[in-house]
């Protein structure tokens, strides 16, 4: 499709009207005061009326939830954690499972698009040498490098969101190693939040940390990750020239 000139701007504006739109509803979250609501000492307080709610509305709460945690990682909002913990509390471990993970891999493809569209071209078309041989060999084994990212998770959710967009990352590989990468991790928080209610009662907080750093939960995790990194290691080995020389 060919632009006249005057159409370039217009054409410029909507690449970026939906970046434009999640920077602006993360403005309004803070501008608002709503970070208020996404405290342990929130849900504590309205823990009686939530669960109230949840039991008045059996159908309409799974989906409610879900989209408000859509919007959530979209707009990057900090407490990804503590709305998995409210999943699991409501909805129980396998409900709140469900509903976290839909809502994370939803608003992360959202925010994913959103950047890609904003950004992805611009950037590979100034990209230097250096920035094009990464972006294709992170793109080479892009599945193997999400999974292992967002199975162990190193660096922030919206930056791991954020980075594939920028080096031209197909959808289905993101969606699907997002959606697969996050499910221990997702069952973990979701099962401790299901345990909320005695936690409550002795008045005290959950230690997520400490829950995640247990042998029978990190071992299984480090061990997909160490999976997921097998064929990133063995097209090494094979590229490497000592390989290639004990072949020849």
Partial sequence: MQYRPGDRPVSAALRFLPLLVLVAGL?????????????????????????????????????????VYILAVAFSVPGGALLTLTAGFLFGVLGGTACAL???TIGATALFLAART???????AKAGSALQRMEEGFRRDAFSYLLVLRLVPLFPFF???????????????????????IIPA??????????????????????????LLTARVLL????????????????????????GGQDG
């Fill in 159 to 181: 930056l791991v969101n954020l980075v594939p967009a920028f080096l031209g990352v197909r959808l289905g590989t993101y969606v699907t190693a997002t959606a697969i990468g």
């Fill in 27 to 67: 403005a309004a979250f803070f501008a608002l005061g709503l970070q208020r609501y996404v405290t342990f000492e929130a849900l504590v307080h309205h823990r009686e009326g939530l669960l109230g709610w949840v039991a008045t509305h059996p159908v309409i709460a799974p989906g409610a939830f879900t989209l």
């Fill in 102 to 104: 839909i809502g994370a």
């Fill in 118 to 124: 904003a950004f992805g071209d611009l950037l590979r």
């Fill in 220 to 243: 299984p995790i480090l061990g997909l990750a160490a999976l997921a990194l097998i064929p990133v290691i063995y097209r090494w080995v094979k590229r490497s020239p000592a390989v």
């Fill in 186 to 211: 997702t069952f973990v928080f979701a099962s401790v939040g299901n345990g909320l209610g005695a936690v409550f009662e002795a008045g005290d907080k959950p230690d997520l940390l400490g829950v």
